[in-house]
Structure formats: structure tokens, C-alpha cells
């Protein structure tokens, strides 16, 4: 059954009124500024959580805006997958933005941070309720623009020099999936996502052509997702503030990728016909494979906090698209699970990470020895969030590390299971040594008086831990179900 609800336009449009009001706020209005960006990322978390109850009762929320010819316009269809990162993205973008009012209050051009700080949500949430091609490449374009003027938000030669590498990379991928859009449209004569996929009859004498579209939406996509070799953009973006880099790796512009490899999959080719093409699909596991020991890897030589974070980033995203390439029930399951518990444990690590540059100053690991003693909160959560993403129970992330080695050997792929569990090992090299230096050596930090860090900073961060354990601890009742609503579309 489909419904015409209003909440998909609310929440792309809200963030684009909110960023025309602090445009014209003066620079030195911060509290109104604060308030309107919250005000308008407040809103729309409510329209995204009020889909929720119809997506999860099998219904689909559709809107169509504009139709430029037939089979192409803008239009907007909320399923259980675009659910799925449609309100991850509004929920912590919430906690972002709360977090950027601490980060941002001693740093310049506030009001243009905010500016396109909203915008960018604005075109997360177009990704996220795209219902077909066209749709999510134009709003897939609309976020690496917005992100732009946040990652040189700094202004230094090596913000301008970051942001390049990263507009070209981003804009690079979106042309392949522009290319693909006119050929998809030629050979079927619709872009609109279905079940089940809409390039299942186009098979018979066009294999090729389908296997090029194949390749160039995965690189179009990949590219974002941080695939190797399309991955060097990502440590690049660092220079960015804070709560942007954690956006970027937690849930924005990563978090599009794997999201637009996922509608490829599940919403254009369709589980039968990838079954069917198997030799490109073992070909880009290896590339997966590759990209999660190999980041795993490079984290470990990283001597910067923000450095090695992401390029754990990179690693973690392949376990997402790995999952979704096994095309088993409990695979996919787990793929889309690392979805969420990804985002919320590394938008915490990057968080904490944050809030240790804006109290110390200090960047590089071996500057953080003893940091418990003075920032133990601080430390705690990033423990957890660390030990999270190693797949230590109770916290949110083993969910995801469970069905993904159960979805390999399901698939009769433990090869790929090896690759996670040696992925998983990797994570505990890069991220012990940070949690044992800081608790257990000795350094020149001491407790302060009163909170160790801004409360508008440490309170959103917090609370995001404790989320990661109710994920964990309630998957069941959390994660779970949302993603078994996915999967009814799937298998």
C-alpha cells in the first residue's frame, strides 16, 4: 500500500530555510543562529520519525515533485532501506549539531559553517528518499557541494588542498552514475527503484551493457563508500572541524555510498540477477577485501588521532558492503546492521576526539598518555566506542560482526569471514594502545575543576554510548526488526 505523506519535502526544504535565515543573521547573533539550526535539524528528525510506524507496517510513503519526461523527475518514495539511513542521519545530525554550538564558539566564519552545515542535511535527506536514479544523483551531487565549504572551512593551503581532492572525487563519481543514468533509461525506459530490482529483463542481449553499468555504478558510488584505490580523499578531509570529519565518516558522505551501492544492489540490479553475474561480484569482493585489511592496515601506522580514526573509517565501511555482497539473508542483515552501529560508535570516537583538540590542543597519540586522569568521561566513551567497533559484547557493534561471519558461512564463503575476523584483530591493534595509555601510562595531564569538557560537547556524547549499549544490549527490540523490514523486500 502507498501513502502521500508530506514529511519527505519537510525535511529536505526545512534545512534549506533554516540555512537562508542564519545567512542573513549577523555574525555575532550566535544564539540565534543556534537556535534556528536546531530548530530546523529538530524538525526534521520529527518528520523522518513520524514515517517510521507506516514503514515498519510494510506501507510506502511516495511524493512525486517534479517530471521532467517520462520515467525521469524528482521523486521521493520512503521504503524500509531509505528509512534506514534516513533517520540515522536525522537523528545524529541532532546530536551534531548540539555539538558543533560547543566546537564552533571560538572558531571563525560561524555563520557560513552553519550555513552549509544544515544544507548538507538537507541533502542527506534527499539521498535518503530518493525513489529513483535520477533523484538520488541529483541530491548525491547537492551534498559533496554543500560538504565542500565545510571540509576548506579552515581556509589553510591544506584545507584548500583537501577540499580539491575531494570535490574532484566526489563530482568524478557522480558523472559515472550520470552515465548510467541515460543508458539504465534506454534499455528499460524507467530509473524508478522497485523489489527485486528493474534491470532483471534487460538481460537477454545486453549482458555487456548491463555489466557496464554494473561497473560504473559501483565506481560511481564506490567512491564515496571509500573503496580502494577511490579511498584517498577520505583521510584528506581531516583538516575539516570535527563534527564535519564525524559526519563525513559517521553518517553523511560514507554513509551515501554504501547507501547508493545498496539501492544498486537491491533497488536497479535485484538479488537474482547479481546471483547470476558472480564472476563481477567476486571481483569486487576482492576489492572489499582488500579495502579492509589494507585501511586496517594504514590505521595502524597513523600517528594522528583524527588520521587513524579514519582510516578505520575505510575499513568499516567494507564490512557494510560486504555484507550487502553476499546476497544471503543473514549477511545483508548484517551489512545493514553495521549501517547504524557504525555511525553511532564512530560519530562517538570523533566526538571524543574532538573534545580532546578543543581542551588539550594536543592531536597526536603519543601525546595522550595519561589523558584519563584529567578527560576519564571523555576517555570512557571513546573505550567503549573503540572496544564497540572491535565487536566486543554488549556493545552495539558484535551484532554486526555476528551475522556477517554467520551471512559468510551461509554463503559458503569463510574466506570472507577470516578477512573480518583478521579485520577485527587489526581493530584491536590500533585502538588499545590509545585506551591503555591513556588510562594506565603516566603523562603531564592532572584532573581539573568542574567539567572536563564543554557540556554541549560531553552530554550529546554520552548519550550517544548509551545508545550504542541499548543497541547492543536490545538488538532484538532495536536494530533488529528494523532491518528484518529491509530484508522482506530483498529475499
Given at each position: ?157 591544506e584545507s584548500v588542498k583537501a577540499g580539491i581532492k575531494y570535490i574532484s572525487y566526489s563530482l568524478g563519481g557522480g558523472a559515472l552514475v550520470f552515465l548510467s543514468i541515460f543508458m539504465i533509461h534506454d534499455l528499460v525506459g524507467t530509473l524508478e527503484f522497485m523489489p ?9 542481449g545486453s549482458r555487456t551493457l548491463v555489466m557496464i553499468i554494473f561497473i560504473l555504478l559501483i565506481a560511481g558510488f564506490g567512491t564515496k563508500a571509500a573503496i580502494m584505490p577511490l579511498h584517498s580523499w577520505l583521510p584528506g578531509a581531516m583538516v575539516a572541524p570535527t ?221 550517544l554510548v548509551g545508545f550504542a549499549i541499548i543497541f547492543g544490549l536490545f538488538a532484538n527490540y532495536t536494530t533488529i526488526p528494523f532491518v528484518e523490514a529491509v530484508l522482506k523486500t530483498i529475499f
Amino acid at each position: 500500500m502507498s501513502l502521500v505523506y508530506p514529511q519527505p519535502i519537510i525535511a529536505v526544504i526545512v534545512p534549506i530555510i533554516g540555512a537562508i535565515i542564519i545567512r542573513f543573521l549577523d555574525e555575532d547573533q550566535a544564539r540565534e543562529r543556534h537556535i534556528v539550526a536546531l530548530s530546523a535539524i529538530g524538525i526534521v528528525f520529527l518528520a523522518v520519525a513520524s514515517m517510521l510506524p507506516a514503514v515498519l507496517a510494510e506501507r510506502v510513503i511516495e511524493l512525486r515533485m517534479v517530471e521532467l519526461f517520462d520515467g525521469l523527475g524528482i521523486y521521493f518514495k520512503i521504503d524500509a532501506l531509505g528509512m534506514i539511513f534516513g533517520l540515522v542521519s536525522s537523528t545524529l545530525w541532532v546530536f551534531a549539531t548540539i555539538y558543533s554550538i560547543g566546537y564552533m564558539a571560538h572558531e571563525h566564519e560561524q555563520r557560513n559553517y552553519f550555513v552549509f552545515f544544515v544544507l548538507s542535511c538537507s541533502a542527506a535527506m534527499g539521498v535518503a528518499f530518493a525513489g529513483n536514479l535520477f533523484t538520488l544523483y541529483i541530491f548525491y551531487e547537492y551534498l559533496a557541494i554543500c560538504t565542500y565549504p565545510l571540509v576548506v572551512h579552515a581556509g589553510t593551503k591544506e584545507s584548500v588542498k583537501a577540499g580539491i581532492k575531494y570535490i574532484s572525487y566526489s563530482l568524478g563519481g557522480g558523472a559515472l552514475v550520470f552515465l548510467s543514468i541515460f543508458m539504465i533509461h534506454d534499455l528499460v525506459g524507467t530509473l524508478e527503484f522497485m523489489p527485486g530490482g528493474i534491470l532483471g529483463g534487460a538481460v537477454e542481449g545486453s549482458r555487456t551493457l548491463v555489466m557496464i553499468i554494473f561497473i560504473l555504478l559501483i565506481a560511481g558510488f564506490g567512491t564515496k563508500a571509500a573503496i580502494m584505490p577511490l579511498h584517498s580523499w577520505l583521510p584528506g578531509a581531516m583538516v575539516a572541524p570535527t563534527p564535519v570529519s564525524a559526519l563525513l565518516h559517521a553518517v553523511a558522505i560514507v554513509k551515501a555510498g554504501v547507501f547508493g551501492i545498496a539501492r544498486v544492489f537491491f533497488s536497479i540490479f535485484g538479488r537474482e540477477l547479481l546471483v547470476d553475474m558472480n564472476m563481477i561480484i567476486n571481483v569486487l569482493a576482492v576489492f572489499v577485501c582488500f579495502t579492509i585489511i589494507v585501511g586496517s592496515f594504514m590505521a595502524i601506522k597513523q600517528t594522528v588521532l583524527k588520521l587513524r580514526l579514519a582510516y578505520s573509517t575505510i575499513g568499516q565501511l567494507g564490512y557494510i558492503t560486504l555484507g550487502v555482497l553476499l546476497l544471503t539473508p543473514t549477511g545483508v542483515m548484517g551489512g545493514l546492521i553495521h549501517i547504524i552501529n557504525h555511525a553511532i560508535l564512530k560519530i562517538t570516537l570523533f566526538f571524543c576526539a574532538g573534545m580532546i583538540i578543543t581542551v588539550t590542543g594536543k592531536k597526536n597519540l603519543n601525546q595522550l598518555n595519561g589523558l584519563g586522569k584529567q578527560m576519564p568521561m571523555t576517555m570512557l566513551a571513546f573505550s567503549i566506542g573503540a572496544l564497540g567497533l572491535m565487536g566486543v559484547m554488549p556493545i552495539a557493534g558484535y551484532t554486526s560482526k555476528y551475522f556477517l561471519l554467520t551471512g559468510s558461512l551461509e554463503a559458503g564463503m569463510p574466506v570472507f569471514g577470516y578477512v573480518l575476523l583478521g579485520s577485527t584483530l587489526l581493530n584491536a591493534v590500533y585502538y588499545l594502545p590509545i585506551i591503555v595509555n591513556a588510562f594506565f601510562k603516566e603523562g603531564t595531564f592532572k584532573k581539573q575543576p568542574g567539567p572536563e569538557a564543554p557540556l554541549t560537547m560531553l552530554v550529546p556524547t554520552l548519550t550517544l554510548v548509551g545508545f550504542a549499549i541499548i543497541f547492543g544490549l536490545f538488538a532484538n527490540y532495536t536494530t533488529i526488526p528494523f532491518v528484518e523490514a529491509v530484508l522482506k523486500t530483498i529475499f
